[in-house]
């Protein structure tokens, strides 16, 4: 099989596992009553702890006033707090609550073991092109995020 080929199949699983996470996403925001911005805000907040608003509002590729608002909706919801943070009572972070730490749990544990399995199936050097490959990737979707980040804000301006 040829290189090109090969690339092509690869292109067409990553956008298969890409809907099949959509999916997934989509089903976690109504299993957790949330819409999918305040769901990418709980995955922001698993990944990278607690976080102040602007931190989540970048994290999140969010304005800062829609993170507000979301912040808003699960602190509404129970999922998440702010509260002062410890070594500098001046800057308030957003915290997820227990509840919504045990429906992540619930909810993606399972997968991460699954996933976790899977991966260690591979070898070591398949292991790390596996990774590089996502960091490519991941830096691909970043760019053209900003892109077209750069179209709708001129479309409006």
């Known amino acids: 099989m040829s290189n090109q080929i090969q690339a092509r199949a690869v292109s067409r699983a990553v956008q ?10 989509e089903l976690a925001a109504r299993r957790l009553g949330v819409n999918r911005t305040d769901l990418r805000c709980i995955s922001r907040l698993c990944a990278k702890g607690p976080q102040t608003a602007g931190e989540l509002a970048t994290a999140a590729g969010l304005t800062k006033g829609a993170t507000t608002t979301a912040i808003d ?6 999922l998440a707090r702010r509260a002062r943070d410890t ?17 992540v749990e619930e909810i993606w544990g399972p997968i991460v073991a699954d996933a976790q399995a899977e991966l260690e199936r591979f070898g070591l050097a398949e ?5 590089a490959f996502l ?23």
Request: hydrophobic share 35%.
């Open 87 to 103: 070594a500098d009572r001046r800057r308030v972070l957003v915290h997820l609550t227990d509840e919504a730490e045990q429906a």
């Open 73 to 78: 909706r699960l602190e509404q919801a129970g």
């Open 127 to 131: 292991l790390e092109v596996v990774e």
């Open 135 to 157: 960091t490519r990737a991941l830096g691909v979707q970043t760019r053209h995020t900003e892109r077209l980040r750069g179209t709708i804000e001129s479309d409006r301006g």
């Open 16 to 25: 298969e596992l890409q809907d099949a996470t959509d999916l997934l996403d």
